[in-house]
């Protein structure tokens, strides 16, 4: 049944309070803004960073809404959600939303489902300089709405495959701390030779005169020259923002072009460091880059690598406090903070022992590839919720049935043997055919990997069989 959201919700807007006013901010009553959503927990609003006095509350009509609310991004994040977790007013950015009757209407439901419709609100906002939405865009919108029981059981599940997505977040969390902690326990002060090492300058760690340099001047390598594909690549500062090399959107110049940039080649190992815009993020070129010239938003260094291992210098320039704090210092620009070559030279750093540092860059090949492993398992895992959700909000999943096969597949094969059913095993073989996994429908490689282990005990037992199937001319499971 479909039904606008208006006829099934409270909806309004929060208020700001004269910002000249300071007896209206600093008091007890949690005032939401939409950076505050950045500090949410699993979606959910406990704290804010500002507060508002009685009298604060008073100036914007005493609009404070419950926990429990849902809040929706009007302007700028337009579409973004979040839950109030305490008593809270809001500026006038965010909508609150209530159901009018929660036996008809679960908020996490409606949640859900603003979410995967986020993309449509954000193609309807509108505004020159800062994107919005109005109220009665979200009034107008149709939501298909099951009985309750069905939302709670739909609730039940997209939280489940959330859940995995955030332990996915947790784990990689714990893995870029582990990274930092072998880091400085190898060259931090807690390391016993620390203070025996030598401290030598970046520049004395230059294989030669060479070593030390940035892309050409945007006058020379204006963008008009870059092309979507060609031989010679061109870096900037996407290709090292997040602390280690990433291939993001590829830009590549002429043969004849690179004749006249050769002195700007990149090559394999160098350190490139950020020194425009964001600065001060690091990365080691990988060993099959190919020819490549840098823009001037970088900094490339080639290293005596008798004396120091890129992975060293390239972790150290964004994450050991012995050289973040030198760069705190020594950055400069009033609008865009900047750095150039003369300020990284004259860089300090502690001189380890290169086998050390050696050491370190098998520790972090191996602690990327574990990571990079997550970010992947993660990706999965976000293509298998969009799924979930794009079926289960079209009404195109047999979701009773579906849910019933999650339970058994949760439990072991002895439980799935005395519970299953000829439904319940269908759906499961369907799901294991080919094609269906390619559609993505199971959200957990563990399950997946059970659901396999099921099949072959079914098999043995002869509750199942494989058969030729003639028009897809291949073997196919069958009760």
């Known amino acids: 049944m479909e039904v606008l959201l208006k006829d099934i919700c409270e909806m309004k807007s929060g208020g700001t309070p004269k910002k000249s006013s300071p007896i209206f901010y600093g008091g007890n009553i949690p005032w939401v803004t939409i950076s505050d959503f950045k500090n949410s927990v ?19 009509n005493n609009r404070i809404f419950p926990k429990g609310t849902l809040l929706l991004a009007m302007y700028g994040s337009v579409g973004k959600t979040a839950i109030l977790g305490v008593d809270a007013s809001t500026n006038q950015a965010i909508l609150g939303i209530q159901p009018k009757n929660y036996e008809v209407l679960n908020i996490n439901y409606l949640k859900f489902w603003l979410d995967h419709n986020q993309e449509y609100l954000s193609f309807q906002s509108k505004g020159a300089t800062l994107k919005n939405i109005s109220l009665s865009i979200v009034e107008k919108m149709k939501i298909d709405l099951p009985e309750i029981e069905t939302q709670n059981r739909i609730v039940a599940l997209l939280d489940k495959a959330k859940s995995l997505l955030e332990k996915r977040d947790k784990i990689l969390m714990l893995y870029n701390e582990f990274l930092k902690s072998i880091f400085l326990e190898m060259f931090g002060e807690k390391n016993p030779n620390f203070n025996y090492w030598q401290e030598v300058s970046i520049v004395e760690l230059g294989k030669n005169k060479k070593s030390f340099r940035t892309g050409p001047f945007g006058s020379r390598l204006k963008h008009e020259r870059f092309k979507e594909e060609g031989e010679i690549a061109v870096l900037g500062i996407d290709n090292a923002v997040e602390n280690t090399f990433k291939w993001k959107k590829k830009r590549f ?17 160098d350190v490139i460091i950020t020194i425009m815009g964001t600065v001060g993020k690091s990365a080691v070129i990988p060993e099959n880059i190919g020819t490549t010239i840098n823009t001037k938003h970088l900094a490339a260094i080639t290293l005596n690598e008798n004396r120091c291992n890129p992975y060293y210098l390239a972790f150290s320039i964004h994450s050991n406090p012995y050289i973040t704090g030198q760069l705190r210092i020594r950055e400069r620009g009033a609008v865009m ?28 090949k191996q602690s990327i590839k574990a990571i990079n492993n997550i970010i992947n398992s993660k990706h999965e895992l976000q293509k298998l919720f969009d799924v979930l959700s794009y079926l289960l909000f079209k009404g195109e999943l047999d979701f009773n049935t579906a849910v019933d096969l999650e339970m058994l597949l949760e439990n072991d094969y002895s439980f799935f043997k005395q519970n299953s059913n000829q439904e319940t095993i269908n759906l499961l073989l369907e799901r294991l055919d080919k094609d269906e996994l390619n559609n993505n429908r199971f959200y957990d490689q563990r399950l997946y990997d059970k659901a396999k282990e099921f099949v072959f005990e079914l098999l043995k037992e002869n509750r199942i069989k494989q058969v030729f199937d ?10």
């Open 42 to 60: 699993n979606d959910v609003i406990y704290e804010t960073d500002q507060n508002l006095t009685e009298e604060g509350l008073k100036e914007i």
């Open 337 to 364: 903070n900047g750095l150039n070559l003369t300020l990284i030279k004259e860089l300090k750093i502690k001189e380890a022992p290169i086998e050390l540092q050696n050491r370190f860059e098998l520790i972090y």
């Open 253 to 269: 110049i002429s043969i004849e072009d690179f004749n006249e940039f050769k002195n700007f080649q990149v090559f394999p190992r």
């Open 470 to 479: 003639d028009n897809s001319k291949r073997v196919k499971l069958t009760i």
